[in-house]
C-alpha cells in the first residue's frame, strides 16, 4: 500500500533553516508527480510546492518562492523540501501529498505531517 512518511519538522528560530523529508513506498515513485502542503491551526490546508516525476519542474506557492526548495531522489524514493529564511507564518503542519488516478478515480494519499514552529 502507499505509504508517505515525513521527517525533519521541529522548532526554529525566525530566519532559521530546516530539511523535510517525505519517504514515499507502495508504489512506482519514479513515475509521479510529488507535493508538499502545509496547514496552520484554523487555517485551510494549502499548497506548498510541487515537483514533476522527473524533476524536471517544480512549483511553488508565491509566499514560499526564493525561500523553499523542492526535490526528490528518485533512486532513494524521497522527495524534500529546504525551507530557509524562516517565518512565524510558516508555522504549520507539512504534508507530503501524491494524487494517482485509477480507473478514472482520484486517488489522493497523504503523510502523517510533520510539525514546524518558527518562533523565538
Known amino acids: 500500500q502507499v505509504q508517505l512518511v515525513e521527517s525533519g519538522g521541529g522548532l526554529v528560530q525566525p530566519g532559521g533553516s530546516l530539511r523535510l523529508s517525505c519517504a514515499a513506498s507502495g508504489f512506482t515513485f519514479s513515475n509521479y508527480a510529488m507535493s508538499w502542503y502545509r496547514q496552520a491551526p484554523g487555517k485551510e490546508r494549502e499548497l506548498v510546492a510541487a515537483?514533476?516525476?522527473?524533476?524536471?519542474?517544480?512549483n511553488y506557492a508565491d509566499s514560499m518562492k526564493g525561500r523553499f526548495t523542492i526535490s526528490r531522489d528518485n533512486f532513494k524514493n524521497t522527495v524534500y523540501l529546504q525551507m530557509n529564511s524562516l517565518k512565524p507564518e510558516d508555522t504549520a503542519v507539512y504534508y507530503c501529498?501524491?494524487?494517482?488516478?485509477?480507473?478514472?478515480?482520484?486517488?489522493?494519499?497523504w503523510g502523517q505531517g510533520t510539525q514546524v514552529t518558527v518562533s523565538s
Open positions: 501529498n501524491v494524487v494517482m488516478i485509477w480507473l478514472g478515480s482520484k486517488l489522493d494519499y
Open positions: 515537483i514533476t516525476s522527473t524533476g524536471s519542474s517544480t
